[in-house]
């Protein structure tokens, strides 16, 4: 069983930093792309940035120079270090991870979520 286990969360007034972590376990063969995505109230879930097994990084236009997105890959652990924190920025932000698992003598890949943690922006 693969899971995805986000922490990092919080309350922060704007203007403030908080960094997010979200580590794999389980029996991995192989963790590709891993992104972060946010999916504030009443909205559809975004894209906040990716970031590839070799280290390219995409961040979405409102996030650039705020947001760095970052992985370990000997702890299967992605990052998000969120600075300048904006009130919209409010959301709970759910990790992804495309992940080649091994079970049974054979490999399954699959797209696979966080259960989602709570970032609150406000004064």
């Known amino acids: 069983q693969v899971q995805l286990v986000e922490s990092g969360g919080g309350l922060v007034q704007p203007g403030g930093s908080l960094r997010l972590s979200c580590a794999a376990s389980?029996?991995?063969?192989?963790?590709?792309?891993m992104g972060w995505y946010r999916q504030a109230t009443g909205k559809r879930r975004e894209l906040v940035a990716r970031?590839?097994?070799?280290?390219?990084?995409d961040h979405v236009d409102s996030v650039k120079g705020r947001f760095t997105i970052s992985r370990n890959n000997a702890k299967n652990t992605v990052y998000l270090q969120m600075n300048s924190l904006k009130p919209e920025d409010t959301a709970v932000y759910y990790c992804?991870?495309?992940?080649?698992?091994?079970?049974?003598?054979?490999?399954?890949?699959?797209?696979?979520w966080g259960q989602g943690t709570q970032v609150t922006v406000s004064s």
């Open positions: 389980g029996s991995i063969f192989n963790i590709g792309t």
């Open positions: 992804n991870a495309d992940i080649t698992d091994y079970s049974g003598g054979r490999y399954f890949r699959n797209d696979y």
């Open positions: 970031i590839t097994l070799g280290g390219l990084t």
